[in-house]
């Protein structure tokens, strides 16, 4: 067995502790355990930057979805501008962006 030597010291509110300590428990694990084992196995998105950009291209490409769709709606197709087929790219370059992120976050 690995000596542990290092302590961390942790500040958290009561409600986590709580909350912390029932996770352990019903894992079968004591609080420094559980903690260890989480945090050695538990991903975080690698770029929560590139999350919020995406979700801010996304925002205003659902604008314009809703313009396509009233252009749609009124039969109106053929005069889909120009910035509203370069939304719909970009919405695909970024969606595909987004499932890269989420895959490699898991």
């Known amino acids: ?3 542990r ?8 509110s009561s409600e986590e502790l709580n909350e912390m300590r029932l996770r352990a ?3 079968g694990l004591s609080l420094s355990d559980y903690l260890r084992k989480r945090g050695l196995t538990w991903h975080i998105p690698a770029n929560a ?6 979700a801010a291209d996304l925002g ?7 313009q396509i769709a009233r252009a749609a ?5 053929d005069n889909l501008q ?14 595909r962006d987004l499932r890269a992120l989420l895959v490699n976050s898991s």
């Open 1 to 3: 067995m690995k000596k």
């Open 73 to 77: 709606n009124r039969g109106d197709l």
């Open 82 to 95: 120009a910035d509203h087929r370069k939304a719909l790219m970009i919405l695909e370059r970024r969606m």
């Open 25 to 27: 428990d019903a894992a």
């Open 49 to 54: 930057r590139a999350l919020s950009g995406i």
């Open 5 to 12: 030597e290092h302590i961390i010291r942790l500040r958290t």
């Open 60 to 66: 205003r490409i659902g604008n314009n979805l809703n």
